[in-house]
Nanobody, 122 residues
Framework: QVQLVQSGGGSVQAGGSLRLSCTAS????????MGWFRQAPGKEREFVAT????????YYVDAVKGRFTVSRDNAKNTVYLQMDSLKPEDTAIYYC???????????????WGQGTQVTVSP
């Protein structure tokens, strides 16, 4: 069982930056691929980015490519989502998630964080 606790988020004006963090319990964090998702009001959950267990591979959906950066520090059991050049359409609840195998597509994840709100004003 893995518990993921998120922090970060908040409100920012368009063009600003925010960083989300997601810290995992246990000692197997380095075995997991980590993903980031978001869900805007009235919309389905959207896959945003993923990073492989060692951090050597990352993947982003087109909507965030070049603006968001996913990274991880396995010594701290933490994965990050740095969000730059934020747009109002990035407003959503953001979730981190973990699974064993790295996949560059929207697949099922086994463990989820509690979610954190990101609000971008025009």
């Amino acid at each position: 069982q893995v518990q993921l606790v998120q922090s970060g988020g908040g409100s920012v004006q368009a063009g600003g930056s925010l960083r989300l963090s997601c810290t995992a319990s246990g000692d197997r964090f380095s075995a997991y691929a980590m993903g980031w998702f978001r869900q805007a009001p009235g919309k389905e959950r959207e896959f945003v980015a993923t990073i492989s267990w060692g951090g050597g591979n990352t993947y982003y959906v087109d909507a965030v490519k070049g603006r968001f950066t996913v990274s991880r520090d396995n010594a701290k059991n933490t994965v990050y989502l740095q969000m730059d050049s934020l747009k109002p359409e990035d407003t959503a609840i953001y979730y981190c998630a973990a699974r064993f195998n790295y996949r560059e597509e929207n697949v099922e994840y086994d463990w989820w964080g509690q979610g954190t709100q990101v609000t971008v004003s025009p």
